[in-house]
């Protein structure tokens, strides 16, 4: 099962505009990361936000956590045709043992018109 | 180019035959780990490696697949008896360590078409 689900499913702006994108999860974190995947360059790890951060910030990104809530949002501010890509939040599988790998939600599909 | 590189990036079959796929990892990166991914998906946990020894194997993951990392460098992922339900985007990744706190490097992925 998937841990963490992204909303919106797909979200289209103009380029210029800030983009949100919103990630829940079920379970307890240490830590919660965003990839972005395009048919261009694959999957790539955009930023690691841990449990006891409650924002980050790098480059037009800004990524927010809530634990209470067990959400977190990555913004884009002043969007680009190139940040057109599928989002993915993802958290660790397991809390300890030999569980390790990452769970992923669907994805927000993110288009930017030009 | 240090990245991930997988083998072959395509790869098509007929239901029954055996397909491997080869995967290798950013040289220091202790971690190796195996996805898939399907249309309109997130990748999906198969299975991970710390150096040589495969430490989890997903219930996504039938008899029919087996992984191997032999010399904790390289890794394969074989596939026996194709179905056309194993048609997907195969994912490797590495990562200097587990725990979920360290970034994962995904290579390009081998997309599997069983016809």
Not at chain 1, 47 to 60: D, F
């Amino acid at each position: 099962s998937q841990q963490g689900e992204e909303d919106p499913q797909a979200l289209s702006i103009q380029e210029g505009e800030n983009a949100t994108m919103n990630c829940s999860y079920k379970t307890s974190i240490n830590n919660l990361q965003w990839y972005r995947q395009n048919s261009g360059r694959g999957l790539v790890h955009l930023i690691l936000i841990r449990s006891n951060e409650r924002e980050k910030h790098s480059g037009r990104l800004r990524v927010t956590l809530d634990t209470s809530k067990k959400s977190s949002s990555l913004l884009i501010t002043a969007s680009r045709a190139a940040d057109t890509a599928s989002y993915f939040c993802a958290t660790r599988r397991g809390s300890g043992g030999g569980a390790d790998g990452l769970t992923f939600g669907k994805g927000t599909h993110l288009i930017i018109q030009p | 180019d240090t990245g991930v590189s997988q083998d072959p990036r395509h790869k098509i079959t007929k239901r029954g035959q055996n397909v491997t796929f080869r995967c290798d990892p950013i040289s220091e990166h202790n971690r190796l780990y195996w996805y898939r991914q399907t249309l309109g998906q997130g990748p999906e946990f198969l299975t991970y490696f710390q150096n040589e020894a495969q430490l989890e194997k997903s219930r996504l993951l039938s008899d029919r697949f087996s992984a191997e990392r032999p010399k904790g460098s390289f890794s394969t992922l074989e596939i026996q008896r194709t179905e056309q339900g194993d048609s997907a985007m195969y994912l490797c990744a590495s990562s200097l360590g587990g725990g979920g706190s360290y970034e994962q490097y995904f290579g390009p992925g081998t997309r599997l078409t069983v016809t």
